[in-house]
């Protein structure tokens, strides 16, 4: 029986971003994995660790705190979407029309799997993906031979890719959150 038989989705890997630079950043990225935990029909697997990055556009911002985690879900994109921004504003984010201001949270689905998508709402994988240093690095840390869909070794984007100030703040958020237990049996009933 295939997927739209049953009504079901499949589980798909799909990574995310993590960003923050208001109402403190790390304690907002680390109550955005507390949520990623909570999402119905998904499990958290991985997150990277940390990291201090330079703002986008506008400098006259503090510096943002940028991670990349790692689920596996049953939620269609746009379903995803809408979880997550409903994370962005319980955590406080105020979408406004400026473009790269300052934020509580930001949550942005990098790849879903290796599905393409275009539409009003989302673009998979992420427009910014393959120029943005606080996005690859995190990334190829938690799955350092990935392929994006369109064939390209996510190492030769690194290569092309200068870390622009990039820090590494913490060891690896999975580590952290394995040590306390937080990690394991995260699976949630459909």
């Given amino acids: 029986m295939s997927e739209q038989q049953s009504g079901q989705l ?4 799909v990574y995310l971003g993590l960003g923050a630079n208001l109402a403190k950043p790390i304690a907002q990225i680390q109550h955005a994995i507390t949520a990623l935990q909570q999402l119905p029909q998904s499990t958290l697997l ?20 940028n991670a990349v985690a790692k689920i596996s879900t049953r939620l269609a ?12 504003l319980q955590q406080g984010r105020q979408r406004k029309a400026e473009r790269w201001g300052p934020r509580s949270l930001d949550l942005d689905i990098l790849l879903y799997a290796s599905q393409t998508m275009v539409s009003e709402r989302l673009t998979i994988p992420h ?20 392929q994006l869909p369109c064939g390209t070794p996510l190492q030769a984007l ?19 959150l394995a040590a306390a237990g937080t990690l394991c ?5 459909e």
């Fill in 185 to 189: 049996d995260l699976a949630h009933p």
């Fill in 77 to 88: 994109p746009l379903a995803l979407l809408d979880a997550l921004q409903q994370i962005e």
């Fill in 46 to 65: 991985a997150v990277s660790s940390l990291y201090g990055s330079k703002p986008m556009g506008p400098q006259d911002q503090p510096d943002y705190v």
């Fill in 127 to 146: 427009y910014g993906l393959a120029q943005r240093e606080f996005v690859l690095y995190p990334l190829a840390e938690i799955a350092p031979r990935l």
């Fill in 158 to 176: 690194l290569s092309q890719v200068p870390l622009n100030g990039l820090q590494k703040l913490s060891e690896t958020c999975s580590e952290q």
């Fill in 10 to 13: 499949a589980a798909h890997d």
